[in-house]
Structures are given as C-alpha cells and as structure tokens.
C-alpha cells in the first residue's frame, strides 16, 4: 500500500474515531497530495519519495507557522500547528540521529573525495537527495559545514 492509499484509508478511520485533529490534518495531506498528482508536468501518480517530500515540506509549513504564532502571543493556533506536525510525522521515515547523521555523511565525503570547504555544494547536491525525509536541509548544511572544516 503505498502513501497516497494509506492517507485515505486513515482518513476513514479518523472519521469513524470522530478525530477532528487527525481528520483535518489527513485531509490537507490528502489535498496536498492530489495536486501533486495533478500539477502541470505530472504523468497523474505520486511516488512514495514524492509524497514524502511532499509531507516534509507540509511539516516544515506548520512548525514555521507555529513559531509565528508563538510570537504573537497566541498558543492557541500554534497548539493547533503542532498536532498537525505530529500527525504528519507519522506518515515520514525515521529521523536520523546526530550520530546516525554524522556516519552518513562523513560516508558520503569519502565517497565523493571531498576534503575542502569549497566543495561543499557538491556533497549537499548529493547528502540532500540521498537524506531525504530522514534529516532537516538545515540540520545537513551545518553538519557538512563542521565535517569539512574540521
């Protein structure tokens, strides 16, 4: 069963469960999920490495939203947010751990035979695509920073 089928038979299950949290945030999946399907360019299917990029960019969308809504003092949409994060993080890979990250991406310098700072665009062209979904771009830059200055 691939991505798309799961969401929306949770989706049903959330429904029967009276979930509205869950609901709402399966139903935005879902929609982000069918225009992608349908965008200009598309062949009308969704891989699973689509959807999950698509699910990472929708999580990235709430935990933003989320700390805007924190400054301005209103916990209670930024509440509202983060559930939403968590129902999509359920559907993600599993998150690397700074360890984990660090092995792959040292693995990853070694097999490029990079050693200088000034190379660093080709080891994030290539530690980017192959960490998708399972590490934070931003979490990788620095990592590959600290690895190629050291």
Do not use: C, H
Request: hydrophobic letters at 40%.
């Amino acid at each position: 069963m691939d991505l798309f089928d799961k969401i929306s038979a949770d989706i049903k299950s959330a429904m029967l469960a009276k979930d509205r949290v869950r609901l709402e945030a399966l139903r935005g999946i879902k929609k982000e999920f069918l225009e992608a399907k349908t965008a200009k360019g598309s062949d009308g299917t969704l891989t699973d490495e689509a959807a999950t990029r698509v699910l990472v960019k929708m999580a990235k969308q709430r935990r933003e939203s989320a700390a805007i809504y924190k400054e301005q003092n209103r916990p209670d949409l930024a509440d509202g947010e983060l559930a939403e994060v968590a129902v999509i993080e359920e559907y993600l890979p599993k998150q690397l751990s700074d360890e984990e990250l660090t092995a792959e991406l040292k693995r990853i310098i070694a097999d490029l035979g990079v050693s200088e700072p000034s190379q660093m665009g080709r080891v994030m062209g290539v530690a980017t695509k192959a960490l998708a979904g399972r590490a934070d771009g931003r979490a990788i830059s620095a990592k590959v920073k600290e690895l190629l200055n050291s």
